[in-house]
């Protein structure tokens, strides 16, 4: 019997094994179903023996499919043996009562999708946790000031908590989609070869689907239709592409002329082969390589949607790779982000060094509107700010030892009519960030519980 109370590892999930055993339990319950409803003629003793008899032995339904060519008959046959082993000679085989009324997708699909909600229960658990990580941290780095870029340029002060929370409403975002798919997915079916119920009663279905946390499907043709099935892989290529963003952020700030943070370093880890100073943010980009694996992998869900009129299986060989591989590499993703970001290490005498490399130039927003506020027109206020600003660009460009910084500048300029407190407040980076506790207020009533 499988175990709905224990978490499985991701890996395991898909395996045959696993598979299998969610496969004895729909054929047990659909027939326990049969007893509890009276139908056919099976009684509840024997129900009760083909729970207390049924196994499989994967090892010998491998044998029975190279010659049958068919994984549901042979996995049949298999668990039939088992059953029917212990009957006293001339007694009837409760094994003939198995399947009945059934056709394989009723068993496949039913069980693929009590597959896919235990696998996002653990995306579900990894997602949370990874963002109850950013919320903490968010709050952490609160007041750590960095510079905000834009187009991969200085644009203007912010804090390195807001990348956290930033990250944070995201995953936030990510689990009510894990949600949502989860259930959109939780769909069972027994209902025959074209969905007709032609051979079994729809209670069965009924009754199956609700013992394993499953709803039964309202219409099925033979199969499950794979948009439930789209929809979930859209779902993982989304909260895959967070991560993704995630780690691609910390990638670009480990840069050795940027080195505002730094995924952990184990001891005794090596970064090259050839160069002992590397220290590359191997984990990161690992976690990029496989964001590309699940995204380029909903495409195969999306073209598993339309099948031949009521079933064919072109989508099942290719479900069977991409199902397990996005599952499996997300909650790995998971798992190398939630060690990352938890550890993350950070350099703040660095952050505020590369806020004041551009000598003032991302106070230029504040020094524009102080000049409207002095009664000139945004378009000469825009020259004054733009000819210094590019003078003083100039000489950062050419690491001139002799250049000013940009407040210099005005200062120097006529034109500019603003006053040394006027200036000492403009260029203070604090200045931008007056209403931050805006971000925060709200952050804190992010909840991933």
Known sequence: MIDRYTRPEMGKIFSLEN????????????????????LNGITKEEAQWIRDHAKFNKAEVDEIEAVTNHDVIAFLTNMGSYIDADVPEGKPRPSRWVHYGMTSSDLGDTALCYQLVQATDILIEDCRKLGKICKRRAFEERETLCVGRTHGIHAEPMTFGMKFGSWAWELKRDLDRLQDARNNVAFGAISGAVGTYSSIDPRVEEYVCERLGLVHDPLSTQV???????????????????????????????????????????????????????????????????????????????????????????????????QADSFIALDHMFTCLNRIVDGLILYP?????????????????????????????????????????????????????????????????????????????????????????????????????
């Open 19 to 38: 598979k299998y055993a969610i496969w004895q339990e729909i054929e047990v319950l659909a027939c326990e179903a049969h007893a509890e409803l009276g």
């Open 224 to 322: 499950i239709s794979r948009d439930h099935h789209a929809y979930l892989a859209g779902v993982l290529a989304t909260t895959a592409a967070t991560c993704e963003r995630i780690a691609t952020e910390i990638r670009n700030l480990q840069r050795t002329d940027t080195l505002e943070a730094e995924e952990p370093f184990r001891k005794g880890q090596k970064g090259s082969s050839a160069m002992p100073h590397k220290r590359n943010p191997i984990t990161l980009e690992k976690v990029c390589g496989l964001s590309r694996v699940v995204k380029a992998n909903a495409q195969v869900a999306f073209d598993n949607v339309a099948l031949w009129h009521e079933r064919d299986i072109s989508h099942s060989s290719a479900e069977r790779v991409a």
């Open 349 to 449: 005498a660095q952050m505020l060094a590369n806020l004041n490399k551009t000598r003032g130039l991302i106070y230029s927003s504040k020094v524009l509107l102080a000049l409207v506020d002095t009664g000139i027109t945004r378009e000469d206020a825009y020259k004054i700010v733009q000819s210094n600003a590019m003078a003083t660009w100039h000489e950062v460009q050419q690491c001139d030892p002799n250049g000013t910084t940009f407040r210099s500048k005005l200062e120097a300029d006529p034109a500019c009519k603003l006053t040394a407190e006027q200036l000492d407040k403009i260029f203070d980076p604090w200045s931008f960030l007056g209403r931050i506790d805006t971000v925060f207020d709200r952050l804190e009533q992010l909840d991933f519980d």
